[in-house]
T-cell receptor
């Protein structure tokens, strides 16, 4: 079975632009989360979606938004990009939303803002 | 609130030597604890997790970790390092509680492991 898949793998955007990152969870997984990993730091939680509803949001500005589709895939949108948004964006999936579920991560989308 | 402290941003060992990566956490309730590994330009791979069963947890690639509540620690060890273990290791915690933090992982800053031949 395929793992968590993300696209695109790398992209470069200009300040002020908008970006959409996509994620397909492991088959059967209903929970998708997004994390931002800035170089040299651990991942920071952005969003969690379960059964197409937002179940948690980290300390990120409203420029960050996400959604989950009926097939449980997800998109992360970032508007009005800033240089500081340059990071690896990781998508993770799990079967359920509880804290004990094993969370599987994708390879990530590398975003560079210039 | 949960937080994770990984002592030592860089650890270097010789091939065959003991690997010890330190992790301390703070949590208002007994937590779930995880160790992930990240190879260059890749995502995170789960090594092992503690979810309130046995305090000594065995993971993949010969790694294990011991949950010590009195020390609020969850250190990662491997008896004999291999060159292929060179990577960045992240300790993470989540709380088995309802509410907005349910299912959320809080990560440490990571420890870069270098293995010398």
């Amino acid at each position: 079975d395929a793992g968590v898949t993300q696209s695109p793998t790398h992209l470069i955007k200009t300040r002020g632009q908008q970006v959409t990152l996509r994620c397909s969870p492991i088959s059967g997984h209903k929970s998708v989360s997004w994390y931002q990993q800035v170089l040299g730091q651990g991942p920071q939680f952005i969003f969690q979606y379960y059964e197409k509803e937002e179940r948690g949001r980290g300390n990120f500005p409203d420029r960050f938004s996400a959604r989950q589709f009926p097939n449980y895939s997800s998109e992360l949108n970032v508007n009005a990009l800033l240089l500081g948004d340059s990071a690896l964006y990781l998508c993770a999936s799990s079967w359920g939303q509880s804290s004990g579920n094993t969370i599987y991560f994708g390879e990530g989308s590398w975003l560079t803002v210039v | 609130a949960q937080s994770v402290t990984q002592l030592g941003s860089h650890v270097s060992v010789s091939e065959g030597a003991l690997v010890l990566l330190r992790c301390n956490y703070s949590s208002s309730v007994p937590p779930y604890l995880f160790w992930y590994v990240q190879y260059p330009n890749q995502g995170l791979q789960l090594l092992l997790k503690y979810t309130s069963a046995a305090t000594l947890v065995k993971g993949i690639n010969g790694f294990e970790a011991e949950f010590k509540k009195s020390e609020t620690s969850f250190h990662l060890t491997k008896p004999s390092a291999h060159m292929s273990d060179a990577a960045e290791y992240f300790c993470a915690v989540s709380e088995p509680a309802r509410g907005s933090t349910l299912g959320r992982l809080y990560f440490g800053r990571g420890t870069q492991l270098t293995v010398w031949p």
